[in-house]
């Protein structure tokens, strides 16, 4: 798997390759009955190369090498992960989702909306393809075991949402320890990576968009408009949230566009935005235009679960958005999905924890929430001395950035249950405000005051990256 992290080989090479790793590596485990002791095995994989990385670190310092052990160790501790945790564990809708993947098996679509045949089909027909690849090597005839195949395609996803945020660095000249550090080692990326659901896809097709529409607006060619246009497209075939992002994308493109028209060169501009509304809209919008015609279902359709059950509906505006009860940071540690009603709170234990509770030493959750709320500090610090910037592809992803929040903060107004609150619905913001702590420290850390907060937060961010894997292995 380390050669594939080699910039000599190609992406497509790449993608092939680890899909053909995932697979091996799933088909050896479960042919041989290897799942009780990946969590044991996994352990010692982390001891060992946290030891490795240190004595080469110290030896002399390596950017490159670096970055390569961060995507190996979050690739390995990400497939391991799922490996060794059932698709039954801390899982949302879980009996929803299984029943859509089973629909797919049968070869058609939901002959509902109910439950979650509400949602867009593509994370479902690629679960179907693996375990009809899966099945008949493994032998697998009890439905559990048919249905813990499809945690391979979010774990796919959640590793090439890693490789991504590489990406961004790179064209945004970041340097990349930082920001994939962050995405690498948060314990909630680990969660969507092993579960049955299109959290993971999602993700990572709204990392692609960021990544491409900045590419884009660099250099509108053929392969960055394909790229974009199928970003979208299939994100929407995922999970229609990802229209969010098409406000501050089309902002960027008409930025492009009446750059162009100064310049006389709006031609070109033209031809790429035709065929990306050729691509993206037919793709994107199949699906709820289907089921708006089957069903009556809006474009913007949400399934309502109720609010019965739920206390944040019975707190204040001000007290579920403009306050931070801070009594509640450790106790509980764990968020309370029935009775929690702040959603600050709620996202900084979400990043952490998701919505689960672990019974484990109580040290370690609360050790990685003091963690977690200074490195979650310093992202706030770097956000808002970003926003005085005149670089169009840092404006662009502050703006997606605050398109993301508000649309998280409508969602739970319109909404205002528990479970609305959850991380894996704003989970893009961090990867934007990782990138941007990332860059904050880049143009300050050689200033007077810039120097100690880069060594605090280079601390803060390795002791909580060791503790995130340290808590992967005993849950």
């Known amino acids: 798997m380390f050669s594939l992290l080699s910039e000599k080989t190609s992406n497509l090479i790449k993608i092939f390759g680890f899909c053909l790793i995932l697979l091996v590596v799933y088909?050896?485990?479960?042919?041989?009955?290897?799942?009780?002791?990946?969590?044991?095995?996994?352990?010692?994989?982390?001891?060992?190369?946290?030891?490795t990385v240190g004595c080469s670190l110290h030896r002399q310092y390596d950017s490159e090498k670096l970055v390569a052990y961060i995507l190996f160790i979050g690739f390995v501790v990400r497939i391991g992960y799922m490996l060794y945790t059932p698709c039954t564990t801390m899982g949302h809708d879980f009996e929803g989702h299984a029943a859509y993947i089973q629909n797919m098996l049968d070869g058609h679509l939901p002959e509902s909306n109910e439950d979650q045949f509400y949602h867009p089909p593509l994370f479902y027909f690629l679960s179907a393809v693996v375990i009809f690849i899966l099945k008949p090597i493994l032998g697998l005839t009890n439905e559990i075991d048919i249905i813990n195949c499809a945690r391979l395609v979010s774990c796919f996803f959640s590793c090439m949402t890693l490789y991504c945020v590489k990406s961004l660095c790179t064209e945004l000249k970041i340097k990349k320890p930082i920001p994939l550090a962050l995405t690498a080692f948060l314990p909630n990326f680990f969660f969507m990576g092993a579960r049955v659901n299109n959290d993971a896809i999602v993700v990572f097709f709204m990392t692609m968009i960021l990544l491409y529409s900045i590419r884009w607006?660099?250099?509108?060619n053929r392969?960055?408009?394909v790229i974009l246009a199928l970003s979208f497209g299939l994100g929407m075939m995922s999970k229609m949230s990802v229209a969010v992002l098409a406000i501050p994308t089309g902002l960027l493109m008409l930025y492009v566009l009446a750059e162009s028209i100064k310049t006389r060169t709006s031609s070109k501009t033209i031809k790429s935005l035709f065929l990306f509304g050729f691509i993206c809209i037919p793709l994107g919008l199949a699906y709820p235009i289907r089921n708006l015609i089957l069903f009556d279902q809006p474009f913007t359709y949400v399934l309502d679960v109720g609010s019965g059950i739920f206390a944040s509906e019975n707190y204040s505006f001000i007290q579920r958005f403009l306050t931070f009860p801070i009594t509640r940071m450790f106790n509980p540690v764990y968020n309370d999905v029935f009775n929690d009603y702040n959603i600050w709170m709620y996202l900084l234990k979400g990043g952490l924890f998701g919505e689960f509770s672990f019974d484990i030493p109580r040290a370690i959750p609360v050790s990685l929430l003091i963690l977690y709320s200074i490195i979650s500090l310093f992202m706030v610090i770097s956000v808002i001395w970003s926003l005085r910037t005149d670089n169009i592809s840092i404006n662009y992803l502050e703006l997606s950035g605050i398109e993301l929040?508000?649309?998280?903060?409508?969602f739970n107004i319109r909404y205002p249950y528990g479970c609305t609150m959850d991380f894996r619905y704003i989970a893009p913001v961090f990867i934007i405000n990782s990138l941007l702590l990332g860059r904050f420290f880049d143009l300050n850390k050689d200033k007077k005051y810039g120097k100690p907060l880069y060594h605090v937060t280079s601390a803060v961010i390795s002791i909580f990256s060791l503790l995130s894997l340290l808590l992967l292995c005993i849950i």
């Open 27 to 51: 088909i050896l485990v479960y042919l041989f009955n290897l799942q009780d002791c990946i969590q044991f095995s996994l352990f010692l994989f982390i001891v060992l190369s946290a030891l």
């Open 217 to 220: 607006y660099k250099e509108q």
């Open 223 to 225: 392969k960055n408009t």
């Open 405 to 410: 929040m508000f649309a998280y903060i409508a």
